[in-house]
T-cell receptor, first 114, second 112 residues
């Protein structure tokens, strides 16, 4: 069975600080996908990134960056120079290539204070 | 292109009543998923369809829950009879084979 662990329940930072969200996963499949979704206070789920298991290149998109390390089964997410609008719950998720079902972590609530 | 559309956005009803949640997936997407979000259990998959056919309903909590997809542009999730423990946010998501899942805004359901 696949499993996603987000050990950090809540993180609070002051604006402009960097924040890193940890995600550790378990799967027996060799082909799988990892995701990050954002859930702002308004409640919708917003797709941020997808990574497949064969692509360990780190990715940067604006102030967001992701570090994928198969050796430690981790897919961490960093927000650089955080802003108040980054306040949200962030979910890491995993799907195996065979069925596309998403298994979500418990989420990390990020609060950015002005 | 329009995103995944769910209705209603909010539903408040009394225990024992039938509840119907609706979802219109993104046009061209051939996978549709229903998720439930609660404080206790987080986000959990209830059921998903491929080409209108249910593929995996192992997450459906009990027989009171049923889901249908009569055509490629519409799906329903029904709860009959509803119970207070069914109160949650229900999300619908869709995807095509090569894309990630895109979620609707959710239906916030309260059973009194």
């Amino acid at each position: 069975a696949q499993k996603v662990t987000q050990a950090q329940t809540e993180i609070s930072v002051v604006e402009k600080e960097d924040v890193t969200l940890d995600c550790v996963y378990e799967t027996r499949d060799t082909t799988y996908y990892l995701f990050w979704y954002k859930q702002p206070p308004s409640g919708e789920l917003v797709f941020l990134i997808r990574r497949n298991s064969f692509d360990e290149q780190n990715e940067i998109s604006g102030r967001y960056s992701w570090n994928f390390q198969k050796s430690t089964s981790s897919f961490n997410f960093t927000i650089t120079a955080s802003q108040v609008v980054d306040s949200a719950v962030y979910f890491c998720a995993l799907s195996e290539a065979s069925d596309y079902k998403l298994s979500f972590g418990a989420g990390t609530t990020v609060t950015v204070r002005a | 292109d329009a995103g995944v559309i769910q209705s209603p956005r909010h539903e408040v009803t009394e225990m024992g009543q039938e509840v119907t949640l609706r979802c219109k997936p993104i046009s061209g997407h051939d996978y549709l998923f229903w998720y439930r979000q609660t404080m206790m259990r987080g986000l959990e998959l209830l059921i998903y369809f491929n080409n209108n056919v249910p593929i995996d309903d192992s997450g459906m909590p009990e027989d009171r829950f049923s889901a249908k997809m009569p055509n490629a542009s519409f799906s329903t999730l029904k709860i009959q009879p509803s119970e207070p423990r069914d109160s949650a946010v229900y999300f619908c998501a869709s995807k095509d084979k090569n894309q990630p899942q895109h979620f609707g805004d959710g239906t916030r359901l309260s059973i009194l």
